[in-house]
Structure formats: C-alpha cells, structure tokens
C-alpha cells in the first residue's frame, strides 16, 4: 500500500491533520516555577489531566483520555522500577522523555497501519534548587521540547507559544507567591484556550487563518469574559510540586476550597 | 500493564526476586552465620496516637557492627516500620514498600487502605519465609500507622512467617524485647492510668526508660551513649503524620527524667 517513499510522506501528512483537530477542543495545560516550587494549571470537565508520576514529576496531558493513561502508566511503571532498582534522583524527566516516551510516540505516530495516541505531554520536574526546575512537552509525533521558567501545551505550537509568551512578560516570576503563580497561570491558560476557539471558528468557516498574531494578543476584558464563560461549567484543577513539603514525595494536588481562596482575588476582578 | 497498580508484581515481571535464600546457606544453622542483627524495638499507644522507638545497635555475633542503626524507618506520611532481624533484609522490605505504597497511589490516584498496607507487610513476610528458616533473613517487624478509615493510630507486629498481630496497647521487637514486655503489662496494668492516657512528653520518658532498661540486660541493645549524643530513634505517629523526636528533646528529657535512676 506504501510501496512509494511519497505515498507514506502523504499518509503522515493526513495523519498530522487528523490529529490538528482531535486537540482543538482540549484545554490547554500551563505550568511555571514560583518562589516554593512549581504550579500546574488547567480547566477540565470531570476527568482529570493532572498527575503524580514520581516524587518530583508531575504530569499534565491533553488528548484521549484511554491513550493519556496508557502512557502515564508507562512513565509511572519507567519511574518507579528506575527509582527502586538505582535512586529516586536517578529518576529524570529528561531521561523518561528521551529513552522512554518519546520514541515509543514516535514509533505509534509513524506506524500508519495503526493508530497513534492522541496525546500531547508536560511534565514538570521540581529540582533541588529553583534553577534546576525543569520542563519538558511532548507532541503526539514524539518530538519533544525541555524548557526553563515554564511550558505550555496547546493545540497547536503557535498558540502554545503565545501562552508561554504571555507566562515571559510577567517579570518576577521566580519570585511569585503561590496565589500570584495561580493568577498568571490562569490567565496564561485563558489566552491559550481563547485562540484556540477562535482558531476553530475560522477553521469551521473555512477561511484563512484570522488568529490574531502575537502583537495583537487578546485585551483584558476579551480574556476575562472567556473565564467567565468557560468557568461556569468546568472546573479549574491545580497541582503544585513543593520544594519544602516533608518527606520524598513532594506533589500535591490542591483541593477545590484550597484553588478558590487562592483565586479569589483575581476571579472577584471579574466583572459579573 | 499495571492495573492492579502492584507494585511488587511489576518488580517480578522485571526479573527481579526478593528473598532468595542462597542454597550453600540452607545446611547452616543460624548462629554460625554470624549475620548482622537488629534488637529492641517498641510501639506504644500514647493520648495523641502511637509512639514508635528504637535503638541504634547492631551485632553480628559477639561483634558491635554498628550503633548509629535507624531502624524505625518512615514508609509514607503515616506509616513507620519498626525492624528487628537482619537489616539486610529489613531495608530491602522497607524499599519494596515504600515504592509500593507510593505506585498505588499515583497509578490507582486513591490512597492504599491501611488494611491493604497491612497485607503488604505480611505478604513480603511470606515470601521471605525460606531465607528466615535458613538463618539468613529473619525479619521481625511491628508495622504502625494512621488509619484513616477508623480515625486512629494503630499498631502491628508480625511472626516471622508473616501472621499479623494487633498490639492493643503495645508491641515489641527483638532480642532485648522480652525485658520491656514484663514492664509494658505491669506500667499498662497497674499504673494510674494507661500507657494510652499518657501525653507526650510521659511517652517519650518511657520510652526511654524502657529502651535503657533493655540496654542493661540485653548485650545487643544499643541504649543511650551520652559521650557520643546517641539517642534512641523515637517517632511520633497521630492524624497530621509523623514527627521524628529531636535528640536535642530526647538529651533534657533523658538528663531530666532518665539519667538520674541509672
């Protein structure tokens, strides 16, 4: 069937568009370094895209949710026969993603007699000091991306950069209180989600691309009332890696009570 | 794929085996082997929840192998283990279980059931079954924790074939164990109030007290060594988890409450 090399380019091709639009209605996932540790952010219907891969790890996905628990129980399964077998500071998230998760996406993605995972991947690792945070995305092809400060995940690269552009202009970031790392993180997200609905409109009405470049990024009162209107039937989900927490395992995910009051101040803002 | 989030079973998928008596040992009588050893261990109810204690020595026959020994070991936020036996072994448990308690938990998202961390204790007894009959792996744990589903403190201890006991009141472990269990009964029993009405501070006076008392007639319980500032190891267990005494604490309390009747 793929006996031509450009027969096989073209099935890739497709395959990359059909994945484009399995994202498009997911939510985007942000995360960033604050002065205690790091937070993960995203608005989720029910079930939950946050998790604990190991002691410092944390993971945040966007997909199907069947392909997204294959692979956390990869990591999961990766982490902790690693972690055993040497030491818990063996267990990166740069050598899980490199030697372990990526090539197996890669293989799926490329296999074009089988299905790929619909998934694409953070995961943030909280090192011993702030400087050795670290971050890495995932896409569903398997190529992945490490970063510093922060990472996003979202429909498509350019929205994700805007998102993580938008977590860049906020100065002191490293500095940030856990409520002020949730604000920007929330407003981070909204950007995200925002271009992509706007971006699916346009696909929908078949035009050109009219997303509205970097320089033109959405105003305050646009953002504002996408929260309004996504929040009131979804729910904001929150995760933090702690530096100072006791013992090994320093992931937490924070409970409802504990995400309002630490949004309070800035959902108030919202005008009703 | 790990559903049943066995953390164990995964390990054994791998290759790996725990417990595996080597054959040449099988013939040798325990005493001969001359392994290293554990030695008194305690768990107390206490007004707030559970106090668990240890010395700090270990022996290979005659020899002091070593008295800076921790061998009340943290498993999670609300689980300690106890050990008496052969450290080898024992640390090697405690590894299993505490990756094993944590695998649960992320890969099930639920915390696993006190009863279930029970169970998991006395399943890697099982498996050990044949090194402790050969004399080179006998484990002896006393297994505490909160349990959050009865909304107390609690405290196991085990045979080394894996049957599991609830101490009540008390457990104890190890060879300098059976001086400080005539004391448990009588202190519990005849005392003005019991062993659980005690604060804090009481608690860990006791403790102390009954780990010295071991020291004096058991050659292979470390005590309390003043010149070096070695303590015991004295944990405390309630709802918030667990709180390791500080050897600071344990210096004025003992120079207080301790010293003085030695």
New interface residues.
Partial sequence: MFEEPYRWVEAVGNRRQYLDEQFQQGSPVVALSYADGILLLTVSRGT?KL?????RIGLGGMGHPADLE?LR?NL??MA??E???RSPSDVTGSRMVKYGLAPVIKQAFEEVYKAPFIVKILLAELGTKAERDAFLTINYDGTFEESKGGAAIASTPAIQADVIGSLRKQAELAAASLSQAADTALRAWAIGSLAQRIEKVDDEDHKESMRPSSASSPDATAIESHLRETLADKTIECAVLERTA??S?KYRALKAEEINNLLLPSLNRIPK | MGMEGDFLQLLKERGYQFSAPASGLEAQPAEAAEITKGTTILAMKYRDGVLVAGDRRATAGNMVMYDRTDKVLEIDRHSVMAIAGVPATAYEMVRILEHSFKYYRRTQLQELSFEGKLRAVAKLLKDNVAAALAGTGAVVPVFAGYDFEQGAAKIYFYDILGAEFEGVEYAVSGSGSPTIRGILHYLNTWSDRPLSALPEEDAIVQALRLLTSAAEFDSATGGVNRDLNLYPIVKLITEAGIQTTPANRLQSLFEAKVARHV
Avoid: W
Avoid at chain 1, 51 to 55: L, R, S
């Fill in positions: 939950p998790y604990e891969i190991y002691d294959k129980f999961l399964e902790h026969v972690g055993f077998n006791p013992g395992s």
